[in-house]
């Protein structure tokens, strides 16, 4: 019964820390390229111009993540509903969530990275060709880490529900054969 009380603090904490983990990722993005804000994603949100700013780009970032805490938090709360015992569930599905934004924040950074390699004047995505913008390097650059952070919340997800079941079959293995407990689900 606790387990089902919990689900909405623990969902509430997957939206929460998926909008401070957009609205920082911006704070990222936003050095690399205001134009990438300005030009773009400013538009995109309605963005008002005196928020056209690092604050403004944090708004980009939690409105543009937030929903992800429900995309990650929900799967991973329900199959951590087979882990026995209330603490080692809450601790299992913080650790997930929390190797759900390591492995975001990892894959947005490679790709950063790789665009700073791959990306140049004379190398731009196709993508970017019918783009007229003031930085297209450093646009094309932010962009890719921000499509790769979707992507790593996708793949980060695949990993806490690794986790999640891992341990739910680790604490059912280590049930007694014949006992006349309960089993808390």
């Given at each position: 019964m606790m387990k089902l009380l919990l689900a909405p603090v623990l969902i509430f904490a997957t939206i929460l820390l998926a909008g401070l983990y957009g609205a920082c990722h911006n704070q990222i993005?936003?050095?690399?390229?205001?134009?990438?804000?300005?030009?773009?994603?400013?538009?995109?949100?309605?963005?008002?111009?005196?928020?056209?700013?690092?604050?403004?780009?944090?708004?980009v970032g939690w409105q543009a993540s937030w929903w992800m805490g429900?995309?990650?938090?929900l799967p991973i709360y329900l199959?951590?509903?087979a882990i026995r015992g209330t603490k080692a569930f809450v601790r299992v599905f913080l650790l997930a969530a929390?190797?759900?934004?390591?492995?975001?924040?990892?894959?947005?950074?490679?790709?950063?990275?790789?665009?700073?390699?791959?990306?140049?004047?004379?190398?731009?995505?196709?993508?970017?060709a019918a783009r007229d913008v003031t930085d297209p390097v450093a646009f094309a650059r932010a962009g890719l880490m921000h499509d790769f952070s979707y992507l790593g919340g996708l793949i980060?997800?695949?990993?806490?529900?690794f986790i999640a079941i891992r341990?739910?079959?680790?604490?059912?293995?280590?049930l007694p054969r014949e006992s006349g407990h309960r089993l808390e689900w």
């Open positions: 993005s936003y050095t690399v390229s205001p134009g990438y804000f300005h030009e773009f994603k400013f538009i995109q949100f309605g963005i008002q111009p005196e928020l056209q700013n690092r604050l403004g780009a944090a708004i429900l995309v990650i938090g199959l951590c509903l929390l190797v759900v934004v390591a492995i975001t924040l990892l894959t947005g950074l490679g790709a950063l990275f790789a665009g700073h390699l791959a990306i140049h004047d004379d190398q731009l995505p196709g993508w970017m980060g997800l695949a990993a806490g529900a341990k739910a079959l680790r604490s059912r293995r280590n």
